[in-house]
């Protein structure tokens, strides 16, 4: 994909934009007012290969320290340019600009109040006063920025729209356009142009649609800014990294994207070489076809957990695919089995035996079409894979509830398969590429709504890949996108060089579970932290996970400070909010119900919390 043309913004020495290759960029998360600290982290984060370094700012104190911050670095010889991050206080984003190369505000809190998540009514001329009020602080601020050379950030949350946004827009990608368009209609009027966008949430889906919506509406007005991606709250470890490639590379792959971050909830010079190989890994496509735009209405894709490395389809196979003894058995065959919420809808396998017979009549086992008549002796759901061209050539409709015919490189989508697919309406179309590439599937499934073709997709990746982080972010950054948009039945990852036989059956539950089509697990999201939250986040996280993963309907939030804290876990059902100096405050969904929790305290009573609300089981 030819990626998106926009302005170029000097930045200190370097400069964003589409001319130039995609920054990478990270967060301290340590105290403002502590320069020693905060200049061996950035030296951290730039050795890494971070180009960019943001610091917090709460205040106006911590913004003038950004000046000994910024003169330290130049002494010890980095000239990576900084860039403050500030929210609630215009006074500070002031300061900020006169010390540093970049300052990010936020439009959800730089002139609008905090949000309460109250309706409020405006007549049209009290909102446009409101919007005259912006214009004016926002202009006096851009007079510093353009005196001292400094570029600005419109960083847009889902978490911090303000109450003024949500009450006319709703707290939604739309929301999040407008609150961002106010402000970049000023820098337009104002002839400011140093400007890079943000547009994040913690949902990959309302941050891919948001970010997608205001490319159109810049492209209404006439604006080409360049844009900041990243998905906030993303956590930590393989949950955080695969949904934070399910996000940014959904849109890097769309040609969208100048500068990022991985936000994980571990040290911040740990984010660089994930954003590193994510930026590679979405940069190799080489395809000069544009994908025509499709609408998607697969809400609830199946999973095709491919064990045919697997010689003996024992207990212990089964097991792994949370499969269990039911409390119910056969009187002809014995022992059934049940599966768990992690277990798959379909499974493919080249081994048979008499595991198959015990399985579930929700379960769909797939095997290479010339052992159809085996399998069925051990299974009489059993049904075929078999490659399109054999499949064209079929005299007679094949015995089961439906087959799968895989689609390879090179195989023509053309209209004998396209009148052979509408005569075998329960055929399901395998997918499979020789290198998995969104674009591709993207034209794939283009090609088979040009000629009308209406039957299931799978799409299969398979990656000949022993390293798994490339892997899990390529698969991610890849196949992501196709879920979010809700474009196919189902995902089947082979993954031969990794030596976990269910990897890809894991893999393939955190794709999803990312996209916020399914949910597998408890799913926590949390922020990276920076210098305004005042507890020990890392640790914290884990604990939670530790006490609270079991409890796998739920969504819990695990945050900083009140910044995105509050709005971010808008649909979580729990959250953990720090509130400073070692203090917590505890949520049911936007509710504030414990306020000031000790911290030492704070995990017993977020479970005590979870079961007074009937959500508790051991």
């Known amino acids: 994909m030819k990626r998106r043309s926009t302005k170029q913004v000097k930045v200190g020495e370097i400069y964003i934009g589409s001319e130039y290759p995609v920054l990478v960029q990270s967060m301290l998360n340590t105290d403002t007012m502590n320069t020693e600290a905060c200049v061996e982290q950035a030296i951290r984060i730039i050795e890494a290969g971070g180009k960019l370094v943001r610091i917090t700012a709460p205040g106006v104190k911590e913004a003038k320290n950004l000046e000994n911050i910024h003169a ?54 009290e909102y446009a006063a409101e919007l005259e009020r912006l214009r004016e602080k926002f202009t006096a601020f851009l007079d510093v920025c353009r005196e001292y050379g400094t570029a600005v950030r419109i960083g847009t949350n889902h978490g911090s729209l303000s109450d003024r946004i949500m009450s006319r827009y709703g707290n939604t990608p739309a929301g999040m356009v407008e609150a961002t368009m106010e402000y970049l209609r000023v820098c337009r009027d104002e002839k400011f142009d140093d400007v890079v966008i943000s547009l994040k949430s913690s949902d990959c889906r309302v941050m891919v649609e948001a970010v997608r919506l205001l490319v159109k509406e810049m492209e209404k007005e006439g604006m080409n800014y360049p844009l900041h991606l990243g998905v906030t709250e993303a956590g930590e470890g393989e949950d955080g990294r695969v949904r934070s490639a399910v996000g940014i590379g959904t849109l890097l792959n769309e040609g969208l994207g100048d500068t990022i971050r991985v936000s994980l909830t571990e040290e911040p010079e740990q984010e660089i070489p994930v954003a590193n190989l994510l930026n590679e890994i979405c940069c190799l496509q080489d395809v000069k076809a544009e994908p025509r735009h499709l609408e998607g209405h697969c809400s609830h894709p199946v999973i095709v957990a491919d064990i045919s490395k697997v010689e003996c389809l024992d207990e212990a196979v089964m097991a792994g695919l949370d499969f269990h003894v039911a409390t119910e058995n056969d009187p002809v065959y014995g022992d059934m089995l049940q599966g768990g919420m992690r277990a798959p809808e379909m499974i493919y396998t080249e081994a048979l035996g008499p595991e198959l017979t015990k399985l579930p009549d929700s379960v769909t086992v797939v095997v290479p079409f010339d052992s159809l008549d085996i399998a069925h002796v051990y299974n009489r759901k059993a049904v075929a894979l078999m490659d399109a061209k054999d499949f064209v050539r079929l005299s007679k409709t094949v015995e089961g509830d439906c087959i799968l015919v895989e689609i390879h490189d090179g195989e023509m989508i053309d209209a004998d398969l396209a009148r052979k697919l509408e005569q075998e309406k329960n055929a399901i179309v395998v997918l499979n590429p020789d290198v998995p590439s969104c674009t591709l599937f993207r034209l794939y499934l283009g090609e088979l709504e040009r000629l009308g073709i209406m039957n299931r997709v799978i799409v299969r990746a398979v990656l000949n890949e022993p390293d798994v982080n490339r892997l899990s972010l390529w698969m991610a950054a890849h196949l992501g996108g196709l879920f979010l948009d809700r474009l196919v039945y189902g995902l089947w990852l082979s993954c031969p060089d990794i030596p976990d036989r269910f990897y890809g059956v894991h893999l393939s539950q955190d794709i999803l579970q990312s996209a916020g089509v399914r949910r597998y697990k408890t799913e926590f999201i949390s922020c990276p932290g920076c210098g305004r939250t005042l507890y020990n986040l890392q640790e914290s996280v884990a604990r939670v996970k530790k006490t609270f993963a079991h409890l796998s309907r739920l969504k819990i939030a695990v945050m900083g400070c009140i910044v995105n804290g509050p709005g971010e876990m808008g649909d979580a059902d729990y959250g953990y909010v720090g509130a400073g100096n070692g203090k917590v405050n505890l949520f049911r969904g936007k509710e504030m119900v414990r306020v000031a929790v000790p911290e030492e305290e704070a995990i017993e009573a977020l479970k005590q919390l979870i079961k007074e609300n009937g959500d508790w089981n051991e």
């Open 72 to 125: 330290e670095l130049r002494r010890r010889g980095y000239t990576t340019p900084l860039s403050a991050d500030i929210h609630f206080n215009p006074e500070a984003a002031i300061e900020a600009a006169k010390h540093v190369e970049k300052v990010r505000i936020n439009p959800g809190n730089f002139v609008d109040k905090r949000a309460t998540f109250k309706t409020l009514t405006y007549t049209d001329e």
